[in-house]
């Protein structure tokens, strides 16, 4: 039966692919020229292309049917759709707040048909994100939708692209909404320094003063596409106190530190807009280098912002990161179209879309349409590329995630710009995906790609898109939100081999029609997974302890408590020498049968005395300590003759029982 399986798989994989190729006779034929003048031609091909891809969709379902994965055939609805979840589970759930939705069109609006062969990368445009102009009473596809998170002490904020929400989660089973603030302009991205809150702004309906009235003329003083910066001392009543302007908006941004300058901070602004006119803001102008040496594109903005007067906060260089290294061209990397037959259609680098820092290892990632780089930020104001990567799956290169170490890369594929079924069964499995790289003598080695595994609908927006770390020590794990398809938590430890471990996912908004939905960002933070769930709210999830992740491994993550969180500004995770810490090391060696289990339990007794003995009133014992350190004398010795992933362990678990013997000195 298992053989049959494989079998009608194969079949209809072969079958999908033989239909794919008529639709690339007619793109083919109707490329030629005056073929699609001929309205024979036009009607002949017109039918094929029906046909075609009428049968491509019902294979596909068919294919989608043989998947045994749970998140397959789910229900549909709202605020009801069928759930699937394993190793983790959802804890809470919060609606939209009032004022940001359509309370006409709740869920949102359909998004139109796709046209054009599925192979073109698209982001959503500046039109997908304005208002209709023959439509003023109705919203643009995404001018409710919700957006990145940030976090600061018991404290989310959530972006949208109609403003921002801020949540109380002291208790994360029950979030409780503090403030809502109405401030129009997409994307809405937030990231938090101190009291400062700062907000992407790329839509041309954004104004300085945050208005719902949009700005109709084509240059404005109105107009504001750029960084704001609100004051949130009172998280009730948010201040907006700078507005920066740039070029093409921004509609992400990084926030950057630099050790050596205490005063500061910096702000990484990256435009995928329109570029405004000159008549609206000096210096702004478009084109291709050889036809306008000025151009906007082709660079970032880095932005100063002066912690104790944000209020002159500015741009203060704008630096050509793409720039060719021999030519000086600043148009220097990748330029667009495919990397050969069967590869995909890849956008030009003339931008990015995210950026990642990680200061402390003066390092950046950028995901930057047509290339993934890699950025020396020793010194953040002028920003140095050293080294970049293309991907033949990859239709535009939209988010960077490091692991702890600094070593590996985690980027990911927005193909269809996240608004397109592309995790359908027939989809490619490379396109739509993550790619991850080492990180090897400052240079990107490509080792695998990863990409949710159970097939979605024709009905759910789905591909690759924000997540962040799970802090396990020993492990390099990752949550990410697929939009539609769910969160996603894979084990990237085996860079060559990552491997799912949990999942949460909902069935589609819709039974018949894709409405733009699903998690748009999923991240770890003290202990729980927070969501934004584009088209329903807040989502709050917990791992839940399997053969994959162990209780104590999770307890240990849950140690980890930042004072602040932006996903794109990564800071370094350490973890204090506790017994629970120890004990997830334990579980990892074995599960790899590193240890035996004789040895395992012994290593257990004496942690349960090292517990006993930090929890008594004196916190000494020489005795425990003694044993600690012999213990961590002989895991020692043991990882000289490991497995390279099992030697840092045990090397690690060693340090840890030292450490731990020390606090009972």
């Known amino acids: 039966q298992a053989r049959a399986g494989e079998f009608d798989r194969l079949f209809l994989q072969l079958m999908i692919t033989h239909h794919r190729g008529a639709l690339t006779m007619v793109d083919t034929l109707l490329s030629q020229r005056g073929a699609a003048q001929d309205s024979q031609l036009f009607a002949f091909t017109s039918d094929i292309t029906s046909d075609q891809s009428m049968e491509i969709d019902r294979m596909d379902g068919m294919l989608a049917e043989l998947s045994p994965d749970p998140r397959v055939g789910l229900a549909a609805g709202f605020h009801d759709a069928g759930q699937a979840s394993w190793n983790m589970a959802l804890v809470a759930t919060r609606p939209k707040p009032d004022g940001f939705h359509d309370p006409n069109l709740p869920a949102g609006r359909p998004t139109p048909t796709e046209s054009g062969p599925r192979t073109e990368p698209t982001e959503p445009s500046e039109e997908d994100v304005s208002e209709e102009a023959d439509e003023p009473a109705r919203s643009g596809l995404l001018n409710f939708a919700n957006t990145d998170l940030a976090f600061s002490g018991d404290v989310v904020f959530e972006g949208n692209y109609h403003g921002f929400s801020t949540y109380r989660v002291e208790t994360p089973l029950s979030p409780q909404l503090v403030s809502s603030v109405v401030c129009p302009g997409g994307q809405g991205d937030v990231s938090v320094v101190g009291n400062l809150l700062i907000m992407s702004v790329e839509q041309t309906r954004g104004r300085l003063d945050c208005g719902l009235q949009g700005v109709a003329e084509p240059v404005s003083n109105e107009r504001f596409r750029g960084i704001r910066i609100f004051d949130i ?29 205490d005063g500061n901070i910096y702000v990484y602004g990256s435009g995928t807009s329109s570029v405004r006119p000159g008549e609206e803001l000096e210096g702004c102008s478009d084109g291709t280098p050889s036809d306008n040496p000025d151009t906007a594109l082709f660079r970032i903005d880095v932005i100063e912002i002066p912690l104790t007067r944000p209020e002159q906060a500015s741009i203060v260089s704008r630096p050509h990161i793409f720039r060719d290294s021999e030519s000086g061209a600043i148009a220097g990397l990748w330029d667009g179209g495919d990397h050969g037959t069967g590869t995909q259609r890849t956008r030009a680098t003339t931008q990015c879309h995210d950026i990642t820092a ?104 789905c591909v690759a898109h924000n997540g962040s770390l799970v802090p396990v020590p020993g492990r390099d794990i990752f949550v990410q939100a697929w939009y539609q398809g769910g969160i996603s938590v894979i084990d990237f430890t085996d860079s060559s081999n990552p491997v799912e471990i949990a999942f949460f996912d909902r069935g589609p908004l819709d039974p018949e029609e894709i409405i733009l939905a699903g998690y748009w960002s999923a991240y770890w933070y003290r202990g729980f997974i927070y969501g934004t769930e584009i088209a329903r709210g807040l989502d709050v999830l917990e791992l839940l302890p399997s053969e994959h992740l162990s209780r104590n491994e999770i307890a240990a993550a849950s140690l980890v408590a930042p004072d602040t969180f932006n996903a794109q500004q990564q800071r370094r995770i350490d973890w204090s020498p506790r017994p629970v810490v120890a004990r997830a090391y334990l579980d990892q060696l074995g599960r790899s049968n590193t240890l035996a289990a004789e040895r395992r339990q012994a290593l257990s007794d004496l942690l349960d005395r090292t517990d006993q003995a930090l929890s008594e009133g004196t916190r000494t014992d020489a005795t425990v300590a003694g044993q600690l350190d012999t213990a961590a004398a002989a895991l020692e010795r043991d990882s000289a003759g490991a497995g390279i992933g099992n030697q840092e362990r045990l090397r690690t678990l060693s340090e840890t029982l030292a450490n731990l013997a020390e606090r009972l000195r």
């Not at 009172?234 to 926030?255: E, F, I, N, Y």
């Not at 290339?371 to 590329?385: A, C, F, Q, T």
């Open 233 to 261: 001392s009172d998280m009730r009543l948010p201040k907006q106190v700078a507005a920066v302007q740039t070029c093409r908006g921004s509609h992400t941004h990084t926030v950057v530190t630099d050790p050596d300058d």
């Open 358 to 461: 990680y200061p402390e290892i003066d390092l950046a990632a950028g995901a930057c349409s047509g290339n993934g780089i890699l950025l020396d930020i020793s010194d953040p104001i002028n920003p140095v590329r050293l080294d970049e990567v293309v991907d033949p799956g990859f239709a535009y290169w939209h988010s960077a995630t490091f692991n702890n170490d600094g070593t590996k890369v985690i980027f990911t594929d927005e193909w269809g710009g996240g608004g397109r079924a592309r995790c359908r069964a027939s989809d490619p499995r490379d396109w739509g995906a993550d790619a991850i790289f080492d990180i090897v003598d400052g240079k990107m080695q490509f080792r695998s790609h990863y990409k949710l595994p159970a097939p979605q609908t024709e009905q759910e927006n």
